[in-house]
Each structure stands twice: as structure tokens, then as C-alpha cells.
């Protein structure tokens, strides 16, 4: 076994591989960028070493220096953990060159999977379905629209390089191929240094199931079952579950038998992930094969109680696979919900920012929580936008699911927008406790899922209670900002101990609240709300508020800030922006103004000043975590002016165009005739 190895990575992976290896006394090197400095896995790592600039590219992507810092710190093996290099052959490569172990295959088995078109062509001739499609070397702009013809509609065209849902577009027109052919190209190039596609038939309604293999040096080669990863958006992965539910024995024996004879195949070493489309008649298959550890693997280490990282050290020192197939148990079920900083209401758009405040579930033998993120860390535009892995086990999918469903309200974050109470609503819903699952779960349940959030009574009195114990006692000391519907700043003579009321509004989802309060008798507070009166009194401890509204009590987990209150209710969350916070935003935004919707870098401006264009004619393309965004016109109109250029990078709620919709007038024809 290995003294000391180095971990190739960041974030929450970088933090897994840091605790096994300290279990088992392997001392652990870190390497960091500019934006990671302050991390969580530089603190946890014995040593840590300084790479360079934020961009993958200036730092987490240089093998040089990588191989460099490995030698410099004595470090026998790299762990190259999943994203940035762990699919790039140039790393073992490098390290075979310098007797450095690679903890994961060889660079030819990543060459040979690495190549979604050429994993294909492998695949065939080991008896592999595989779905129709073009998978070839010719990739001009002219060859892959009649290829794209050829195989039909609808097809999926996808960034033969790489994985993760980056370079992949849904096409299903005609008028549609030429424009996401280019977007797949860029996105790809971005994402893998690659922008190499292939085109493939569309399976409609298919469920996305994987294997789990593992391969020793001595070529003998495991199964650990399989996981369902069908619940994505933007084609990426956003709950998993391990084993996939309502497969026969003889479709799981048989895609674990497949996805063994992928790896012979290609004479695999180590931790390695093959990916199987499966419709409606459990019919598989082959998509691609991950020469790495998946995000996702901490479902199938629940079930059969196994370390894959421990196995991943264990295998690359040499040693044969701890356990046969017959050995592998799978007990109960579990789920995996990650947790990330983006906006579901806006088409899950990455969200970046300081996370103010984060309370987390009670972790135990049937809650684990994987993350490298603590509050007050900031989410980078830089970087994958995942915050956490939730994981929850149950003796069955019914148990796992309310565990789930139960550790995500206790999940709570503010600061930035993130994904946690649409998590809520997957686990939480019918269809999906149900088993009906496929890859199109969340657009054929969208009116569901994204149902709108309306606060009760109750909530509005909470936050209206908060509202005044900020400006009354929690943040007067701390000089509450200058506000117009402050008592605090009123030259009225108001005061909360006198009996006069006061009258503020609160602004939830663009819609503006009334209340007017006044002082009551034994520490009450009087509302006025919606022509009712509310007598209120309130505790607060910690970060937990509780109330009793007329005699009824209630309870809310709550943050508090300057600009607004965040109240985290089972099953919803909701967001009250105080006046003078709202009142600022209006100021900054110029009536007819586009602004960025997340802050990223300006791939291409689409459009120039005084150009007319039509509603939903492209205007800007914006990058974020290596994905893109299209700003579209709202309706008919002119631009008027654009202020950004190809190349810059932009703030969420820049003014990036000045926009005149059309306005038309119509007379009113006074021809009686």
C-alpha cells in the first residue's frame, strides 16, 4: 500500500479520497488554484501545494505541474478522482514516465473509451448493442447536417469527448440542426479541448442505468450491481439511486455480464463505469464507459457496504479484488440527491455566489453528506456548481425515499439560489415514488414540479415578525442601513412602544405584501394584514423562530440578513426582500434593459445596435461552468445599444442590451361602409 499519494482534484471528491486515505494512513498531498486557496480539502490534506490561476486551465489541467508537485512532495501515486484530467491519457502517461502509480487504467483503456465514437466501434465487435447512429471521422459542418438527416428524428447530438451533459443537444427538426450542431461544437471544444461530435437515433422515454465494474491487475473483474440515473436536467444527472428499480434478474445479470466483457475489451484496470440506455421492453443499450470513479458512487458503496476509494488504493498497489462476485452483497436501497447552486425556475441557470448560511441534516449510518463547501465559501463561476451529496440508505426504495425526502428539509442554504426544495419536490412525488421514471421524468411532470410557491398566512406573519426584529433589536446596533420604511428613520414620532402603527410592505416573487404594526398589550405585536388583525407574539433561538399567531403556534428555521429573510418550511423555502433591498434593485435596472442572468463569460454577441429582430431571436450567448446560456428577445423589437463584447466576463443582472419592444398602434376604422 501506498505512504503518501497525491489528489488531483478539488472539492467534494478531493475531500472522499483526503478521509480513506487517512483511514488508512496514507498521507495525502492537495493541489489548489487561486479560488480554491481557503478550501475545505487544502485544510483537510496533509500538504497542499500552489498551482495557479482559477481557470482549469491555468491550474487543475496542467500535468506538468501536476507530476511536478508529485515528485517535489515524495508522492508514490496521483489520484486523479472524476472531471478535469481523470479521462486524459496524457496523466498516466505521464506518470508511467516518471514511476509514478495512476490510481485508475491505463492511458490506452482511456483512449480507448474516451472516444465516444470509437468506444462504439470497440463495443461492436464485442457484441455490444449499440443505438444507431453516425459515429464517424469526417466532421465538417456539411457531413454531419446530412448525417444528422440520415439518422432522423428525433436524435441526440453529443460531444463525442466527453460526458456530464456539456456538448449534447436534443434535435428535433430540421430547422433545429445546423444551430445546436455549432452550439455542441463550442460547448465541447470549452468543456474537453475536443469539439468532435457524433449523432445518434433518440430513444424516447428511456431510462439511463449504469454498472458499477471493477477490475484487478490479474484481469479478474467484479459487477457491484447497477444504479438508476434517469432523474436529470440539461441532460446531467441530478438524482441517483442504486440498485435500479424494476429490472429482472436476468436483465441485471446480463448488463452486468456486459459491461464486464466492455472492460476485457480493453484489457481494464480499476474503478470504471459503463452506461446502458434501457426502454420500455428492458431492452439495453450501450452508451459509453467512464474510465473513472462517478459522482454517483457513493449509492452503490451504501448497498454493499464497500469503500470503492479504499478498493481503487488497494487495486493500484497491486493487490487482487477484495471480494468475489458471489460475495458482493446488495442490501436495501439507496438514493443520491446533489445539491447545487442553480435556479430551477430559470432553467436551472448555475448560480454563483457566497453561501451566508447552510445548516445540514444529522449525518448517521443511513444519512452521509459528501461536500467540500462550508458557509461562507463562495460558489465560483469557475467551477462545477455542486455544493453537496445527499445520501440516504433504507432496508427499501420506499424507506430511502422518506429518508431522503426527510434529510432535504434539513437541508437549508441562503445566500445563493440552489436546487434543494425542487429536490423535495422529485422525492416527494408521486410518479416517482411509483417507479415511473424515465430521462424525461421532469418535463413530463414540469407543471408539478415547478408549481408556484405562495406563502400562507402564517409565513407572510413570520416574515413580517422578522422584518421587525431586525430593525427593532437583531441589526440596530449593527447600523441597519438608512431606510424610508424603517420606524427607526420616521420623524413621525412613531415608536414600538407607544401605540401608534406603522405600515411597511414586504416582496416575495415580484409581488408586494401590506402590513401596518403597532404595539400590543403583554409584548404582542399587532398585524394588519389583508383588512385582518393578527396578535403576535414571538422566541427566537439560534436560527429558529417560534410564534403564536392568534394562539396557534408555529415554527421556522429562518436567516436574517440586511436585504431580506430566507424561511425554510417543510417541504418549501421562501425569500422576503425588505423595502429598501427591493427599492435598490428597481433603481439599477433601466426600464427596456436585458441583463445577464448569471454571471459568466460573453461567448458571442448575435446581434448589433439598431437591429430589429423577432421574439426569441438569439441576441447574446453566455458561458457559465463550462455551459451555455442564450439571452433571446422578449418579444418584438429594437436594440437599441449592446453593451458587452465576445470574451468579457459579466456580472448576474449586468445591463448587457438596451431593448425597445415594437409598439404598434391601431386606428380605429371609421368607414361605415
Known sequence: MFDKILVANRGEIACRIINTASRLGIKTVAVYSDADRNALFVEL?????????????????KVDKIIEIAKISGAQAIHP???????NP??????EKNHITFIGPSASSIEAMGSKSQSKLIMSKAGVPLIPGYHGDDQSLDTLINASLEVGFPQLVKASAGGGGKGMRIVRSKDQVEQSIKAAQREALSSFGDEKLLIEKYIEQPRHIEVQIFCDQAGQGV?????????????????????????????????????????KAINYVGAGTVEFLLDKNQTFYFMEMNTRLQVEHPVTEMITQVDLVEWQLKIASGEPLPLTQQAIPCIGHAFESRIYAESPANDFLPATGKIRYMAQPEVSSDVRLDTGIRENDAISVFYDPMIAKLITWGDSRQSAARKMNLAL????????????DFLKRVTSHKAFLEQDITTEFIEAHRDSLFESVLPTVDDLLTAATLYIYSITEHLSDSGYPNNPYSPWDNTDFWNLNGTQAHTFSLNYENTSYAFQVSKGQSEQLSF???????????????????????????????????E??????????LVFTFPIAKQHYEEQQPEGSLVAPIHGKIVSVETDAGIQVEKGAPLIIIEAMKMEHTITAPEPGTVNAVYCSAGDIVDADQQLIEFEPLTTTCEADSDDS
Open 528 to 562: 394588519v394584514y389583508d383588512g385582518k388583525t393578527y396578535q403576535v407574539t414571538y422566541s427566537i433561538n439560534a436560527n429558529k423562530i417560534t410564534t403564536l399567531i392568534d394562539g396557534t403556534k408555529t415554527s421556522s428555521e429562518f436567516f436574517l440578513s440586511q
Open 223 to 263: 459487477y457491484l450491481y447497477d444504479r438508476d440515473c434517469s432523474i436529470q436536467r440539461r441532460h446531467q444527472k441530478i438524482i441517483e439511486e442504486a440498485p435500479a428499480p424494476g429490472l429482472s434478474d436476468k436483465t441485471r445479470q446480463l448488463m452486468g455480464e456486459a459491461a464486464l466483457n466492455c472492460a
Open 409 to 420: 428539509n434539513n437541508f437549508h442554504i441562503a445566500g445563493i439560489d440552489t436546487n434543494c
Open 90 to 95: 496524457a496523466l498516466p502517461t505521464q506518470c
Open 564 to 573: 431580506q429573510v430566507n424561511l425554510f418550511k417543510q417541504g418549501y423555502s
Open 45 to 61: 490534506a496533509d500538504e497542499a501545494y500552489y498551482l495557479g490561476g482559477a481557470e482549469p486551465s491555468e491550474s487543475y489541467l
Open 81 to 87: 478522482g472524476y472531471g478535469f484530467l481523470s479521462e
